[in-house]
């Protein structure tokens, strides 16, 4: 067999980039990562360069950069240690690497992602805010390049299974009457309102299938997840935000389904385990063994469906706006979530105020077009300077 794809993991200390590495150690032959970046947990950096022996490691700064680069040493790796967004770029965009798994979080996976598209590489997408952020601009790249773009989403990931491989002449040619994108309606799906008000960021965090990062784990709670993900599936399957449909399913067993014309639904199932999205795209349109367990439908036994609430998910509904204005805003709603989550996080402002924020930001700002990067992060910095007035504005 010919040499193991070299695999970029950006974000390999997240929970997305630990279950990548999980799938590529099970296939040493067939995978080899090439490059591997964290951005705090710098220890977690180490022993996972030790295991999986990368030729590059690349962290945020200069004094991160120095203590990896000696500790490799000791170690007695070769690994090389790159810093920074541009350290980033480089692995993204290196000629020997196949295919990059993007699972920074939020915004700051943008750029590293791009220069992984403008090469060609296959890209393996679980920033989701990248394709949020610049949906049109980003696709057009990945048109430009021919780079083969496999979502990790597992709602999207769904969807890709469920769609014929010709699914690129658009959706109505194909047959596709709706997309159905499932929910589980995270850990206050059943709260009572008026409590909403006092949970915390560890009751938020507390998913009750998924095992997540935090700022994930916050908008799977209040569903700006989903909405997020609706402007995704409109970007990857050239979708109408019409054309998408929500729906709280609380097993987490289907993981989206495809409804056609005829008449017939088609669903994946599995498992809620990232490392069936993972091992589907990174062999896609093989099949490999991802390490999860069986699906025992005796033991899930039912299979439950239901509308969502928009009173209780104010984030969707903003969302579904943002996805129906396009231009500035999606890449606004984004921002303005980012800033909101990491001040909920902090217990700066309470769970309900994530969706006001978001609004109020959301209503100060008129969309604009964004046909080029710039626009973009304008309309990034423009939604994060807004967040922050309201913060101080409320004395947060
Ligand atoms: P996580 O918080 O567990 O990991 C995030 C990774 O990004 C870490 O490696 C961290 O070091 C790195 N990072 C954070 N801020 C950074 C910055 N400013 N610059 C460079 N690196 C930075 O998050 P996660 O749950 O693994 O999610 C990663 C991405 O995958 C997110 O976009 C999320 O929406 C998406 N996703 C995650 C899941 C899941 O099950 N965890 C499912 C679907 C999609
Ligand atoms: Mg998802």
Not at 141 to 159: C, F, M, Q, T, W
Not at 214 to 240: H, P, Q, T, Y
Not at 310 to 336: D, I, K, T, V, Y
Request: charge should be negative.
């Amino acid at each position: 067999m010919s040499r193991p794809e070299q695999v970029t993991v950006l974000g390999a200390t997240g929970s997305i980039g630990l279950s990548t590495l999980d799938v590529i150690a099970r296939h040493p032959e067939r995978y080899q990562a090439f490059a591997l970046s964290g951005f705090t947990r710098l220890a977690e950096l180490l022993a996972l360069c030790v295991r999986h022996r990368p030729r590059f490691a690349v962290v945020p700064d200069e004094l991160a950069a120095r203590g990896l680069q000696a500790d490799l040493r000791a170690a007695g790796l070769s690994t090389e240690v790159l810093l920074g967004e541009e350290g980033l770029c480089q692995v993204a965009s290196h000629p020997e690497v196949d295919a990059v798994m993007a699972a920074i979080v939020g915004a700051a996976g943008l750029r590293p992602t791009l220069a992984a598209v403008e090469k060609g590489k296959k890209i393996l997408l679980a920033n989701k805010e990248a394709l949020v952020m610049t949906g049109a601009l980003f696709m057009q790249a990945v048109r430009k390049s021919g780079s083969v773009l496999l979502p990790i989403d597992s709602e999207h990931n769904a969807i890709f299974q469920c769609l014929p491989g010709d699914f690129a002449r658009g959706l109505g040619a194909v047959g596709v009457r709706r997309i159905l994108l499932t929910a589980s309606g995270g850990p206050f799906r059943q709260t009572p309102l008026a409590e909403l008000e006092h949970v915390t960021p560890e009751q938020a965090c507390a998913h009750p299938n998924w095992s997540m990062g935090r700022k994930i784990s916050v908008d799977s709670a209040s569903m700006m997840n989903k909405g997020l993900e609706l402007i995704e599936a409109c970007w990857l399957f050239d979708a109408r935000p019409d054309q998408v449909e929500v729906v709280i399913h609380p097993q987490s067993v289907i993981h989206s389904l495809v409804d056609y014309v005829d008449g017939s639904v088609l669903a994946q199932l599995g498992n809620p385990d990232m490392r069936t999205p993972i091992s589907n795209a990174l062999a896609w349109p093989e099949r490999i063994d991802s390490g999860v367990a069986p699906l025992d439908l005796f033991a899930v036994a039912r299979l439950d469906f239901q509308a969502p609430d928009e009173q209780r998910f104010p984030c969707l509904r903003l969302a579904r706006a943002a996805a129906e204005a396009g231009g500035s805003a999606p890449a606004m709603l984004n921002a303005a979530n980012e800033v909101a989550v990491a001040a909920f996080l902090e217990r700066r402002i309470r769970y309900p105020e994530i969706a006001s924020i978001i609004e109020d930001v959301l209503s100060r700002e008129a969309v604009v077009a964004v046909d080029e990067l710039d626009a973009v992060f304008a309309a990034d910095a423009k939604a994060r300077a807004l967040t922050e007035q309201w913060l101080s504005r409320n004395g947060r």
